[in-house]
């Protein structure tokens, strides 16, 4: 009898063991414990709302934080074929049409930031465009922590202000309104050699002093081009000749050396200094 209660009881200690053990077959793992840190570099709405989108962070934000995020916007390249099946290579876009931009069609972001005339001629930043904006209302001034209404940072459904920086170097060429040209550059070149230099040689003679071009390079260019008798075209590139409005750009009336007394008329509202986040400062020994 003994011998017979042992047996089950070693029995019943088998099948419970069995069924503990198969209790557990087939249940997935418990999910690892995620930390604030983990759902925050993931959550888009977050990344969207974070300081580095905003002033006064943005001001101070590298490219290289803004492309570790943002980084197709230099992967993207042009088709080399569109859906209508013309090749890239077989037609010019706009701004090719000038003989300062070189090389192959290419996208926006690209152009502005990575293309040789970009790297030669220019020192653009992401935050040179992109000052920050409102990703709710996508509007200036429409709640108490948006940004105000008179903030130059953006505009209406634009991540950018168009008309403090596209107009910059794609407004239209001032020829009637500032020089008193008869017509377009295109009409009267002629008349001066295809050459700005020729009268720019006393006048603003301190030139694209700001952050974001390279002075000495655009200058240099348009030497080479106008002993080659086309140095307008360099001026063009960023005076007229790539134009997107039919407006031309205010540019401020930085002091020259030898520049004349009094304002003209036509220069009286301009500001008498590039915006001072553009000014550049002597860099000390």
Known sequence: MKIRY??????????????????GCGKQNAPEQQTQEDSDSKSHFRATYDPIHFKPAIANASNEECLACHREVLEDLVRPISPAGVKA??????????????????????????TPMAKELMNLQCNTCH??????????????????????????????????????????????????????????????KNDCLACHVATRTQRHRVSYLKADAIEATAIAAQEKGNGADV?????????????????????????????????????THSESRFIQTEQKP
Request: net charge negative; charged share 20%.
């Open 89 to 114: 290579t077989d037609t010019l876009a706009w701004y090719q049409r000038l003989s300062t931009y070189t090389g192959e069609q290419d996208t926006f972001h690209r152009r502005h930031l990575v």
């Open 6 to 23: 042992s047996i089950i009881g070693f029995i019943n200690v088998v099948l419970i063991s069995l069924v503990a053990l198969t209790a």
């Open 235 to 271: 001026c063009l590139g960023c005076h007229g000749g790539r134009a997107w409005y039919r407006v031309p750009y205010p540019y401020a009336r930085n002091p020259w050396p030898e520049m004349p007394e009094g304002t003209p008329e036509w220069a009286k509202d301009r500001p």
């Open 131 to 192: 000052e920050g904006h409102d990703p709710r209302e996508e509007a200036p001034g429409s709640s108490a922590t948006a940004a105000a209404q008179d903030d130059n940072a953006f505009t209406l459904r634009k991540q950018v202000n168009p008309e403090t920086i596209c107009l910059k170097c794609h407004g239209q060429f001032p020829g009637w309104e500032l020089m008193r040209l008869p017509g377009t550059w295109e009409e009267v070149k002629q008349y001066f």
